[in-house]
């Protein structure tokens, strides 16, 4: 079950893929995590395909890690009394808190911290973006704006205030009983929604206590603002382009993407590019060449991980989606310019890192001039197989661990096999148990070289300090 590539695919499971078939079919075609998107589904749900996966673990003997993605706030207008009404450029609109249903001058918006929040001249966009209203005048219960793009509104649809924090928390009632959900079935991995400000992630990490790892969704401009405050305080990042796109003007979001990528492998945190990836293919066998072409430039910049959504959640062709992300991230990675293009952009270790920093840049080093098959991790909490990954190493990342829940949480990680084992008890027999594992998964035969990298004592988190090369 080795991965014949080390960027990462992660798809969405839904309507389209929910039976224990299709997902065993996603999973062979190249999966590597699967998202279960709480925006959709009931609990009922969620359970039934936790227990799939699980199912499939226990069958294939490879890690699968699961990421529950928290639906986050939804912020929308309210009813209107004839149905969808049109805005026409020019136009006055009035937004409030009234809760009777809207007509062409008006309409509820059941949402008093948006109006705190406003000022004379900010922006509120509508059904993601295809409306534009300025405001022109505002309380606390009530905003007088200005049509500026104008069309056809209907009731519930989105509103967004780009440039503007609100004073909500990224976590609603809803996501508080998901969450409890989610870490009761052993999500590995939590995508948080609406993260505007590095206390969004605190607040997550205080609820979660350890028992899942964090994914902060970066698809606001006032986060991109602080963003390597957030990326800090993340396990990983997830570049969700679609909400980026509505709230900053289109031509910005590829640059702001090289940006995320390159904050998040400058601070060796996992970075996954999604939304819209492979679109077409919710409703066509192939993608369009633009399509293809965007999955490469992710897999160019260096990221850990690419997304599928619509397409295997509820497209026609889930699988076909799968194969084809799979065939361009091994595409691009047997291209010679991707390696030039990962060590150029590769960040030199700052003078006064820790020791674990040294090892890993010194592994890097070695790999490279001895050409060696593999580099086995030992690993406790996942800590040494992420710094390992930081460094983009010309070989494969086996990372040997005691702990499932770090095998599962690797799953994501670039160029990571993970693989549930016992810990080592010596540095001889740390060496023994690298090389035999190493031939049994297909990393290394006779005579190859691998590089071993660990903490002493063995079992202690937070403790790589030793690096060993030994002949299988």
């Known amino acids: 079950m080795r991965r014949t590539r080390n960027a990462k695919i992660v798809a969405t499971l839904g309507p389209a893929s929910s039976d224990r078939d299709t997902v065993r079919r996603l999973f062979l075609a190249g999966v590597d995590v699967f998202r279960l998107n709480f925006s ?38 309210g009813t209107f009394a004839d149905g969808p009404v049109m805005l026409a450029e020019g ?18 918006l059941p949402h008093p911290e948006i109006f705190a929040a406003l000022v004379p001249g900010a922006e509120l966009l509508l059904d993601d973006g295809r409306l534009r209203l300025v405001v022109e005048r505002c309380g606390p219960e009530f905003a007088e704006t200005r049509v500026v793009v104008g069309g056809k509104l209907s009731e519930r649809k989105g509103v ?48 979660i206590a350890g028992r899942a790892a964090i ?17 800090e305080l993340s396990d990983a990042v997830m570049v969700a382009r679609g909400d980026l796109g509505v709230e900053l003007p289109a031509e910005r979001v590829p640059g702001i993407q090289k940006r995320i990528v390159r ?27 633009a399509e293809a072409s965007d999955v490469a430039t992710a897999i160019y910049d260096g990221a850990d991980a690419v997304m599928l959504s619509a397409e295997s959640a509820s497209g026609k062709h889930p ?43 010194a592994m890097r080093r070695a790999v490279s001039l001895l050409q060696a098959s593999a580099i086995v991790c030992y690993t406790s909490s996942g800590h040494t197989s992420l710094r390992a990954a930081r460094e983009r190493p010309e070989s494969p990342i086996l ?43 297909g990393f290394a035969r006779s005579g190859q070289m691998i590089v071993a990298i660990a903490g002493v004592p063995f079992g202690t988190p937070g403790t790589t ?8």
């Open 91 to 108: 136009q006055a609109f009035r937004l409030d808190l009234d809760t009777a249903p809207g007509d062409v001058r008006r309409a509820g």
């Open 215 to 231: 994914v902060s969704k970066l698809e606001k401009p006032s986060a991109v603002e602080r963003l390597d405050e957030i990326v």
């Open 160 to 207: 967004n205030v780009p440039g503007v924090v609100l004073p909500i928390t990224a976590l609603t009632a809803k996501d508080r009983r998901d969450l409890a959900l989610a870490l009761e079935l052993g999500a590995d991995w939590i995508a948080l929604s609406f993260v505007q400000r590095p206390e969004d992630v605190a607040e997550a990490r205080a609820l």
């Open 465 to 472: 300090n030793l690096m060993r090369i030994a002949t299988v």
């Open 319 to 361: 699988v076909e989606a799968v194969d084809m992300m799979n065939r361009i991230v091994q595409q691009v990675e047997a291209d010679p310019l991707y390696r030039q293009l990962i060590d150029a952009s590769h960040s030199a270790a700052r003078p006064g890192g820790d020791v674990a920093e040294a090892v890993c840049c």
């Open 399 to 441: 990372s040997l661990t005691p702990s499932l829940a770090a095998a599962r949480r690797l799953a994501l990680a670039w160029g990571v096999h993970s693989v549930h084992t016992e810990d080592a008890a010596d540095v001889g027999q740390m060496s023994e148990i690298a090389c035999e594992i190493s031939r049994r998964e």
């Open 40 to 77: 959709h589904g009931s609990a009922d749900d969620h359970r039934a395909r936790f227990a799939i996966l699980r199912d499939l673990e226990q069958e294939t003997g490879r890690p699968i890690g699961i990421l529950a993605d928290l639906q986050g706030p939804k912020l929308r207008v």
């Open 263 to 289: 904050a998040c492998r400058h601070l060796g945190r996992p970075v996954i590019v999604a939304t819209q990836m492979l679109e077409s293919m919710v409703e066509a066998p192939v993608p369009t060449r």
